[in-house]
Each structure stands twice: as structure tokens, then as C-alpha cells.
Nanobody, 114 residues
Framework: PLAESGGDLVQPGGSLLLSCQASEWRFNYYHIFWIRQVPGKGRLEWVATIGMDGSRTDYADSVKGRFTISRDNAKKVIFLQMNNLKAEDTARYYC????????RGQGTQVTVSS
């Protein structure tokens, strides 16, 4: 599946770079989604999507202009650069092959707090 990393505790206004390492080359042929889950809430929230070759990206309104999704297919890695982080970005972040979380890993925790 996919394995997320890079989460941490960061102050409001700070930045983090999340990574999503794919275990198999077939993931290069999928759109990849970053989704997040707020602690204590079951709903998965879509954050961003990137197309197979990285030429198309889409973002939730709540992160547009602050987050950037990218991928390096040669290394089977998808990134989520997060800037100007806010308290409401606190969540467990997953990468997946669908907005429902298919193929996601264990996730990585992002906590934004002063």
C-alpha cells in the first residue's frame, strides 16, 4: 500500500512537508489523494488530488493557496507541502487512491498548536 510520513507538532504559521511512499510501481498509474481525519471524528476530509503524471492538481478550498501536492514517479513518492498551517489543519493525514481512503497507510499526525 502507501506509507505516510512527515507529520509533527508545529506552531500556527509554520510549514511541514508530508511524504507518501508507494510500495509498488502500479501506484504511478493512479490519481493520488491526500485526505485527513480529525481526531475523534470518523469523517475523512479530502485535501488534495494529483493526476498520474502530476500535471493536474486540485485542492479543497480550505487549503488552497497554502498546500501544494506533487509527485516524483521515479521514486514512487507523493508530497504534500503545507505552509501557513492553522489550528484547524490538525488531523491525521493519509494518502490514498480514493477519497474514501482506499490503499491508505497508517497515516501521519499533524498537530498545529502554540
Amino acid at each position: 500500500p502507501l506509507a505516510e510520513s512527515g507529520g509533527d507538532l508545529v506552531q500556527p504559521g509554520g510549514s511541514l512537508l508530508l511524504s507518501c511512499q508507494a510500495s509498488e510501481w502500479r501506484f504511478n498509474y493512479y490519481h493520488i489523494f491526500w485526505i485527513r481525519q480529525v481526531p475523534g471524528k470518523g469523517r475523512l476530509e479530502w485535501v488534495a488530488t494529483i493526476g498520474m503524471d502530476g500535471s493536474r492538481t486540485d485542492y479543497a478550498d480550505s487549503v488552497k493557496g497554502r498546500f501544494t501536492i506533487s509527485r516524483d514517479n521515479a521514486k514512487k513518492v507523493i508530497f504534500l507541502q503545507m505552509n501557513n498551517l492553522k489550528a484547524e489543519d490538525t488531523a491525521r493525514y493519509y494518502c490514498a487512491t480514493s477519497t474514501g481512503g482506499q490503499s491508505r497507510g497508517q497515516g501521519t499526525q499533524v498537530t498545529v498548536s502554540s
